[in-house]
């Protein structure tokens, strides 16, 4: 596709229920980063990928946290365990190469809520 | 942690006016981007400043990097209902962005 693509694009689940959340990104994008956007909070950072490694994993909250990326490709972003205060959106980024300064294009995000 | 302060954190105008909003850290970054973000979307590059003392134009907005790179303004000039949304500023950091909060900002007609 044209853009960063991300499934599903709302989720509600139950408090203790797993949730596994996908992002597709721009084909060709070296870089992938996951955050959360919480209701008055900024993007908090959470991962990112440099192909399919993980060299900065320090923004994931809590080991119920965890994500991965197969063949340079899509990720999945699972939280085990879910707790209230997970709801929020998730987004994702990706960009063409891993440097500071390069664009980060962003999909629109799953909005995930937990009752 | 870098943090980024972001101000006001919402403002709501008539069509016409002017405004600034501004991003401030006691942190250096080497580049500052801005975003607007819409409901329902994720954040859209609007600018990267990266030299100190740097003002870039895009049609109506004008941003300005602080000399010393630790803050940034964001100035819209007479505002339109199709600028509403959400401004981030981000400050890059070593394959990171480093996001302040927003400013929620509403043009009325």
């Known amino acids: 596709g044209a853009g960063v693509s991300q499934s599903p694009s709302n989720k509600v689940t139950e408090k203790g229920k797993d949730v596994e959340l996908r992002c597709d990104p721009i084909s060709g994008h070296t870089a992938l980063y996951w955050y959360r956007q919480s209701l008055g909070q900024g993007l908090e950072f959470l991962i990112y990928f440099q192909g399919n490694s993980a060299p900065d994993k320090s923004g994931l909250p809590s080991d119920r946290f965890s994500a991965e990326r197969t063949g340079g490709s899509v990720s999945t972003l699972t939280i085990q365990r879910t707790q209230q205060e997970d709801s929020a959106v998730y987004l994702c980024?990706?960009?063409?190469?891993?440097?500071?300064?390069?664009?980060?294009?962003f999909g629109p995000g799953t909005r995930l809520t937990v009752l | 942690t870098q943090l980024l302060e972001q101000s006001p954190q919402f403002l709501s105008i008539q069509e016409g006016e002017n405004l600034t909003v501004y991003c401030n850290s006691s942190s250096v970054f080497s580049s500052l981007q801005w975003y607007r973000q819409e409901p329902g979307e994720g954040p859209v590059l609007l600018v990267t400043v990266v030299t100190g003392g740097e003002v870039k134009k895009l049609k109506r907005l004008t941003f300005q990097f602080g000399d010393a790179r630790k803050d940034s303004s964001l100035h819209i000039t007479a505002a339109q209902p199709g600028d509403t949304g959400l401004y981030l500023c981000?400050?890059?950091?070593?394959?990171?962005?480093?996001f302040g909060k927003g400013t929620m900002l509403l043009v009325s007609p």
């Open positions: 981000a400050g890059a950091g070593y394959s990171t962005l480093t």
């Open positions: 980024a990706s960009s063409r190469l891993e440097l500071e300064a390069d664009t980060q294009y």
